[in-house]
DNA sequence: GCAAAGGAGGCAACTAATCGACACCTCGGC
DNA sequence: GCCGAGGTGTCGATTAGTTGCCTCCTTTGC
């Protein structure tokens, strides 16, 4: 629960939110058909008069790279607008194992898993990236639900969206095995972030072993053991910081979709 | 897609909607905190009047157990509310392996992924009972979010608690053990549809193997091995369409919260 | 410059879980 | 009565994935 102090020196980018960008909304263990198809950001459906209202409502707290925005087990109350930056959702089960239910990005929201406070938090989250976020409690929530139609809508999809998210992800940890799963994020990262380099696609992922491992639900040294092995059969090579894809069409195979 | 013709003799049980009963709104591989706190379901928060006008505005639809409500991969245009019976929710990979992703009863309303229309079923949806379904297209969806409040709102905690449900069974799916899993369902089973026998908890289940298997992603095979596996060791009997839990104590040891 | 921390990588032992196959049992229909 | 379908019990072979531990390499901070 350390958050960051506001009067702190480096500030992040500016809010991207009023800007209207539109970046992909998430990151997680799913095909980006589920991705690409979801709905606005929340903040798109606004007018510019509008978001300006929600903001105002709102708490504004920067939380910078690796501390945690709310914990599991804590008691919560509303959500977070992420304005900039991304924030890691994920679940400890009480043996210590984790797993990332996804990576948010600028204009979601974060928390719940109630929208109206009551309860504890579920899940935790941890800021991936310095992130500025929005905090709107539940009461205020409430009352820009009845003034704001387009903010009602803009939930109401955006739910839509994260039970889209993560009865996806449900469907992998059930049905694939974790090599398929590794096949499938593989892909999905090449698709969203790799960068074209003479036949190769160039993945420049932040990502450790242990990110990968938690996002397909598996430990640290299958991750390791798999990759390698994929290294040795020329689909991939595995540098510091960064993945080159050689072969996608090797992990379309393992994927099982051809 | 073959559903039942409207015609047939027998008709199941007449609409509990209407009455007003509030049983647990779905059954899956979760910890029933999570279901307990549900939501009122969606059709309490209407009154007599608004659920007639809600009723009115959907076609009914009659669905004899084990037969398709809709089917992964064919188009869809808005949801199915229960108004009896119990559906259930399940996903194939290409693989042919199958995870149910929830047993979903009276009250509560399945189809999607999306509310309006447009997009494919990602996942499939089969009568587990006989069961009586209200289908609302997209477009009355959104005439009833306009012209009924309570409907709108009932809705978003409808959606947020489906959130809740998927990310929960992500939860499990990712951190648990088969055997753990296994064990979180029976407890769930136990206390949902138990009843006291001496001592003992009998479930008078008409669950499956395969069906528990589906539950918590494993092979029939397994759940066959390790229910007999729990019966030598005291903790359970089971029987024909029942199973008689003598030890839940040692189920919730095997879960991991002692 | 050094020390500490964290990540990459490797390896051996182990077990949890799958896969495929088959035999059996019970129930309902003809 | 026989037959077929669907559910259960079991076996052996195989593999997928975990656990625990150890070394090396970078990065970062002092």
Redesign the interface.
Known sequence: MQTAPLHAKTVPAASPLLAGSNPAQALLLTENA?LT?GPPLLFQRLTAKEREEVLREGQKRVVYRGKMLFSQGTPHDGIFLIESGRIRVF?????G???T?AYWNAGNFVG????FGQ?QH??SGVAATNSVVVHLTGKTLRRLIAQVPAF?IG??EG??F???C??????M????SVTERLAHLLIHLADTYGVKEEGAIAIGSAFTHADLAHMV?ATRQWVTISLKRLQEQGVLKAEKAKIVVYDLEALHVMR??R
Chains 1, 2 share one sequence.
């Open positions: 589920a198809n679940y400890i089960a009480p043996s194992r984790e797993i239910l719940g898993p109630e929208l309860g579920v899940w009602a939930l109401i739910l839509t994260k039970g889209k993560y009865s996806a992800l449900a469907q940890l059930g049905t694939r639900g099982g979709d």
